[in-house]
């Protein structure tokens, strides 16, 4: 992995290296596929990741058009799935953007320690409570922290980045709307390496599928492979209590999807936000009625015993 600073100041098709610690056949290889971009647009104004293939070269590279007809480059010498880490990536680089650093250069070269690997770092750390950290991920919005006094700040950004990684909210939600939750937040103790709350059988599942994985490229496709099976789930079970409104025995398959299913709560509570946000009331009371059904089902369990004759 590397990076690099281009530069397009003597001409579009002219890149210049302001700063790099790639070496000169991969970098020759970026700036030959960069060239062949700015020959059909004169400047580079957003972000892209690009798998390369050039003179027996092999490289995935996210790159970014800046200010002053600057690129930032991230570069892996190898095909690999990076594109499951844009967000990360973008976010890295928009501090590179915001802070105007003098020197660019340990900033840049720690880009893959910081966007990449901490979901090593992350499953290493909480490895015993993962399932749980994967749980509040998915279905919570406020969560309490205690600071690490040994470990420092990383491991709670890392562990913000995961989490953010692992949330359906940029899925079902305008992420400009903010909720709170009602009930009390989930702790997260970095001083004991413990996630305090619950999970299911889904995240139980989910962490045993990511945690023996050595790969962050693996890992982190793992992550957005299940957040697309969750919302799809999240979609049946939304569909069952839209059908709900004038079918009472969708109503019913609606109950039983929920409470078969190895992430039953999470997709209630995540329903329940929804319904909260936008004001959903029908949902909001569909919802009230199937979470009263269901403790009522589970205070009066069916008697299966014969009667006494």
Known sequence: ?????????????????????????????????LCTILAKSPTLTSSHIQTITNGGISATVYY?????????????????????????????????????????KPYLGKWYYVCIEYVLRVIDYFRNDLPSLLFIALSRNNITTTSPDHEGPQIVRDT???????????????TSVVFEDTEESPMIDFTSKAVHYESSTFCVEWARQIESDGNPFSVRQALEDRKI????????????????ETDHYAFYRGYEFVKMHSNGKVLYEMLSHE???????????????????????????????????
């Open 160 to 174: 913000q980045l995961f989490i953010s990684a692992c949330s359906l909210k940029e899925l079902m939600y305008n």
């Open 275 to 309: 319904s909260t946000v936008y004001s959903l009331d029908k949902l909001g009371g569909l919802l009230d009625v199937l979470q009263n059904f269901r403790i009522y089902k589970e205070s009066h369990p069916y008697n299966l015993t014969s009667p006494e004759r």
């Open 1 to 33: 992995m590397s990076y690099a600073l281009l530069s397009y100041e003597d001409g579009p098709t002219q890149l210049n290296t302001l700063y790099t610690d790639s070496d000169a056949p991969t970098l020759d290889a970026v700036k030959s596929y």
């Open 64 to 104: 970014r058009g800046l200010d002053d007809n600057q690129v930032v480059c991230y570069i892996v010498s190898e095909h690999v799935a990076l594109s499951p880490f844009y967000h990360e990536l973008d976010k890295y680089t928009d501090t590179l953007v915001s802070s105007h650093m003098e020197d660019p």
């Open 229 to 244: 099976t969750a919302n799809e789930d999240m979609n049946t079970f939304r569909r069952l209590l839209h059908q709900a």
